[in-house]
Structure formats: C-alpha cells, structure tokens
C-alpha cells in the first residue's frame, strides 16, 4: 500500500521567518495532495491541497509544491506567526480508499 | 450546517468493557471514515465506509466493529476494550473516494482504558 513520509518531525522557527515541511510518497498511483493543520484538542483542517496536474500552488503565505518524478511535495510558509504553530499533516490519495497521512510535523513559532 | 459530529468528546473505559463511538455528518458525503491518532503517528485508518451499505478494513481494525447505519451516520464499536486501544479518535467524511476532494474531520473523541 501507499507509504507517506514526512520530515522534520519537530520544526522551531522565529517569527516572520519561512517554514519548510517535506513529504515523500511511495505510490506512482496517486494524485492528490492536501495537507492538514491540526490545532490542540481540535480535529485536522485542511489548509491547502494540489492535485497532479499542478506543480505549484500558493494561498497567500502557504503554499505547496509537487514533484511528481521524484514522488516529493513541500510546504511552505512564509512570513510565520504565532497563530502558524501546531501540528502539520501530509497526506496523499491514490483515489483507491482513503488517505493516507504522513506521520506529522510540530511547528514552534517563537515571538 | 454542523459538518462532522462525534460523540462523546472524552470516555473512560476498563479493559474489557464495550461501548461505541458515534459520528454523523450533515454534509451529504458518501464515504466516512475512522482514523486513530497515537503521539508521533499520524493518523492511522480504523475502517472506512465508501457508500452507504458498505464497509472496508483499513490499516488497523483488529479489536473494532464499524456499522454505517444510513448515509448521515458512521459508528465504531469497541467489544471488549484494551489498554492499548487508549488513543483519539477522529471520524471524518469526503464526497467520495477517488474525487480528489478533502476529508472534513470531526473533533475526536478521547479514549482511555484503564
């Protein structure tokens, strides 16, 4: 099945500094990408989502890019804010059954 | 428009009690899904229900029951419950498997068996 592997697990930046978060899937067969936010004690919300077609998308300071030769896809913010710390989540679909979700990332904005 | 309900937010179980989780969705979405999270995991998928009449084992249903009661409501069962089944968990809905479209996730429900 479908593996999704993201990296770091734990991400610490200044505020107004940019985050990056990485993401590799295993399955040549998918073609969906969103990517969560998950608040404390709350259920994840999506954030932003590209699908194959696309390489790069962008919604104010978030965006994502895809590399589907080398089955890579980031995310990116920029300008961060305290309100940006929380748990991130990775996702991928191959349009089979449901996501499968990468295993995290904490993001600490310090003030 | 409440989206995804689940309830209750918090139970305390003993090993080898029942009970069920319940999760409903107004958002009139064909596929449901029960996801489990356990720190530094992720997300790891109970059982998932593509439409209404049917229901599929995910990445971990050992020690779970699902029912799709009709097309709004999705529950899980615990029949005897274990310490190691202590975790949050999450229902979520989509319009559909394959649609390229997101997952709307409910609050969670948090689980302890003592």
């Known amino acids: 099945g479908e593996n999704v592997e993201q990296h770091p697990s734990t991400l610490s930046v200044q505020e107004g500094d940019s985050a990056v978060i990485k993401c590799t899937y295993s399955?040549?067969?998918?073609?969906?990408f969103p990517w969560y936010k998950q608040e404390l004690g709350k259920g994840p919300q999506l954030i932003i989502d590209?699908?194959?077609?696309?390489g790069e998308k962008k919604d104010q300071r978030i965006a994502v890019t895809l590399n589907k030769t080398a089955k890579h896809f980031s995310l990116h913010i920029t300008e961060t804010q305290p309100e940006d710390s929380a748990v991130y989540f990775c996702a991928s679909d191959t349009g089979r059954r449901a996501l499968t979700f990468g295993s995290g990332t904490r993001l600490q904005v310090q003030p | 428009n409440a989206g995804v309900t689940q309830t209750p937010k918090f139970q305390v179980l003993k090993t080898g009690q029942s009970m069920t989780l319940q999760c409903a969705q107004d958002m009139n979405h064909n596929s449901m899904y029960w996801y489990r999270q356990d720190p530094g995991m992720g997300l790891r998928l109970i059982y998932y229900s593509a439409s209404e009449g049917t229901t599929d084992k995910g990445e971990v249903p050992n020690g779970y029951n699902v029912s799709r009661l009709n097309k709004r409501e999705f529950s899980l069962r615990l029949e005897s419950a274990a310490p190691s089944q202590t975790s949050v968990y999450f229902c979520?809905?989509?319009?559909?498997?394959?649609?390229?479209?997101?997952?709307?996730f409910g609050p969670g429900t948090r689980l302890t068996v003592l």
């Open positions: 979520a809905s989509s319009e559909a498997i394959g649609a390229q479209r997101q997952q709307f």
């Open positions: 590209i699908r194959s077609n696309v």
């Open positions: 399955d040549s067969a998918s073609n969906y």
